[in-house]
């Protein structure tokens, strides 16, 4: 079983564009390093939820040491951004 970890705290910015390289950008950006997740802004709201889900997942692999595969990760956001909003989590 994985221990909760206290005080663990991420911002969220919100910004016009990620630029991750010169040939590519994305919806968002996880800096674990500084502990913020950015997200770009004037996305639909479905898509920023799946997107702010998605920087999530990479945070907890980060702070909690959890591997994952990437298309994982990519296969995770949309059922669990269902899953939230159908049960009115947001």
């Known amino acids: 079983m994985i ?5 663990i705290v991420y911002d969220v910015v919100w ?3 990620i ?3 010169k040939h590519a950008y994305a919806y968002g950006y ?3 390093d500084a ?3 950015f997200l770009e802004l004037g ?3 479905r898509l920023a939820r799946k997107t702010f889900l998605h920087e999530v997942i990479h945070a907890i692999e ?3 040491g959890i591997k994952l595969p990437h298309g994982f990760v990519d296969a995770f956001e949309a059922p669990l951004e269902a ?3 159908l049960n009115r989590f947001w």
Not at 3 to 7: H, L, N
């Open 3 to 7: 221990k909760e970890k206290p005080r």
């Open 62 to 64: 980060e702070e909690y």
């Open 35 to 37: 502990k913020i997740i």
């Open 30 to 32: 996880c800096c674990t």
């Open 15 to 17: 910004q016009e564009k």
């Open 43 to 45: 996305m639909k709201p």
């Open 19 to 21: 630029v991750i390289d």
């Open 83 to 85: 899953f939230l909003r």
